[in-house]
């Protein structure tokens, strides 16, 4: 008969010094930091894209709007509710200059109008420009703050876009006046 001899060892303590618990705490509150705020980037920088794309949609509404309609403009001195629910404002200013063009290579004038219908002489270019309201009712266009979005188009008076536009200009007597008040507006034109 065998007898087991049972000995008692002494348990040997297994558990974590104060030293790894602190730099396990230090370790994963490193990495919630990056985390935090790697996320917070993200979300400002779609806030940033947010704000610019909105700018570029009202400048380009504001775009077409006067290529269509001059006379429909909303005022320049109120704010454009742009967003889901309206809470980004802009504001906006067009500018309207004379294109000066050269030929490269300097044609007979005959020539020069008798191929093409535009004439340099009375091109335009209207500049769009739009600022997002970052203070409640100030109008930052007033400021001298640099713009959010410049939106620029070279354009032909003369010129009507599309069907819709000459539906749109013909249809009423103001719109037919004023198509015909860019012909005498030109230069070189009496």
Not at 148 to 177: E, H
């Amino acid at each position: 008969m065998r007898t087991d001899v049972c000995t008692f060892r002494t348990p040997v303590a297994r558990g974590v010094t104060m030293l790894e618990t602190v730099l396990a705490a230090v370790l994963v509150a490193m990495i919630a930091t990056t985390l935090v705020s790697g996320l917070a980037f993200m979300h400002a920088d779609h806030q940033r894209q947010q704000s610019k794309l909105g700018a570029a949609e009202v400048a380009n509404r504001i775009m077409l709007q006067y290529l269509d309609d001059k006379n429909a403009l909303p005022s320049d001195a109120l704010a454009i509710a742009y967003g889901a629910h309206g809470e980004l404002r802009y504001y906006w200013k067009l500018d309207k200059d004379r294109v000066d063009m050269q030929m490269i290579r300097p044609r007979a004038q005959s020539d020069a109008t008798r191929t093409s219908g535009i004439s340099a002489d009375r091109l335009e270019l209207i500049t769009v420009r739009v600022w997002r309201e970052r203070t409640p009712n100030v109008n930052p266009a007033l400021s001298g703050v640099p713009e959010d979005f410049r939106l620029a188009r070279i354009f032909d008076p003369v010129a009507l876009r599309n069907p819709d536009s000459i539906w749109k200009a013909f249809k009423t007597d103001q719109g037919l006046t004023d198509w015909l008040s860019r012909f005498q507006n030109l230069p070189g034109g009496e």
